[in-house]
């Protein structure tokens, strides 16, 4: 950092809209894309669903989305309350509670189920997650799927403020490096800020930057205020943001290099062109992506 870092400045704050079910068990709010159409302004994040903080009661069944593909992405799901359970097509299982959070490449094709996990479905309880679509470059696409769980204890917790925290999913924050092993350059992390707390986030000139608020109100540079549940655009160019909480807050900040090639979305798969998208149709369609 020199004595010339530039402010990035807030371009938009949009608002994520009423929540809508995704299986029998998250009720979630998608920020974007179509919540918001923040489009390229966004790459490479595509997606992002959250799931406020909801009692389910005790039950029998696990609830959560039965089997279904994904093809051409990674999804990055976090949990803050609760705990999810995980199985897919490449063999991979996994229960994620509380801190954790789950990195699925999915890449050339997986199939799985997303559920509450099952001791939490028969105690019953409250349930608090999110789920990040991140995309990959073409030259990744049709590799082989990957699985990361990264457990509580991995992911850096670095102080900040008089009484707050990031927490460093994955790239860096103040020289404390994240867990995730990602395909391109990216930043995730998660932030509790105390009221009247304030950070300086240090991020690459040139990336593309959003913050969402989901619990909580924030000022951003002394010129805009963002509350629940929120996501703050920025300019790609400039390298600090100065966030200072005007009531306690948590922030999922995203900020990643722009993958600058084609999308084409359809459902679970995300390519570059049409003609890829029916393709991931027929082989979703044929068993090549594989069954529980
Ligand atoms: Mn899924």
């Not at 991140?134 to 082989?144: G, H, S």
């Not at 457990?151 to 404390?176: D, M």
Request: net charge negative; proline share 7%.
């Amino acid at each position: 950092m020199s004595a010339t870092a530039t402010i990035k400045k807030v371009s938009e704050i949009y608002k994520a809209p009423a929540p809508h079910m995704v299986g029998d068990g998250f009720s979630v709010q998608n920020v974007f894309p179509n919540g918001n159409r923040l489009g390229r302004r966004i790459s490479p994040f595509f997606l992002l669903d959250y799931a406020a903080p909801a009692y389910f009661p005790p039950g029998n069944k696990p609830r959560g989305v039965d089997e279904h593909p994904h093809r051409g992405f990674e999804t990055v799901s976090i949990v803050y309350q609760g705990a999810l359970e995980h199985r897919d097509s490449a063999g991979n299982f996994g229960k994620l509670h509380a801190g954790d959070v789950q990195w699925m490449t999915a890449a050339s094709g997986i199939v799985h189920e997303e559920k509450h996990e099952q001791e939490f479905t028969k105690r019953g309880g409250t349930l608090e997650i999110a789920q990040l679509w991140v995309n990959l470059p073409k030259a990744y696409k049709m590799t082989a799927p990957r699985y990361q769980e990264l457990l509580k204890e991995q992911i850096p917790v670095v102080p900040v403020g008089s009484n707050s925290h990031v927490r460093v999913i994955a790239g860096t924050f103040n020289g404390q490096q994240g867990p995730a092993h990602t395909f391109t350059p990216l930043n995730l992390w998660d932030v509790k800020l105390a009221a009247g707390d304030t950070v300086t986030l240090h991020l690459p000139d040139g990336f593309n930057t959003g913050i969402v608020t989901l619990h909580g109100e924030v000022n951003y540079n002394n010129t805009h205020t963002a509350g629940s549940v929120e996501i703050a655009m920025f300019d790609t160019a400039g390298e600090t943001i100065t966030v200072t909480a005007i009531a306690d807050a948590t922030l999922l900040v995203l900020n990643g290099q722009p993958i600058d090639e084609p999308i084409f979305a359809y459902g679970p798969f995300l390519m570059n062109t049409q003609q890829e998208i029916m393709q991931a149709i027929d082989d979703y369609n044929a068993g090549k992506m594989g069954h529980l």
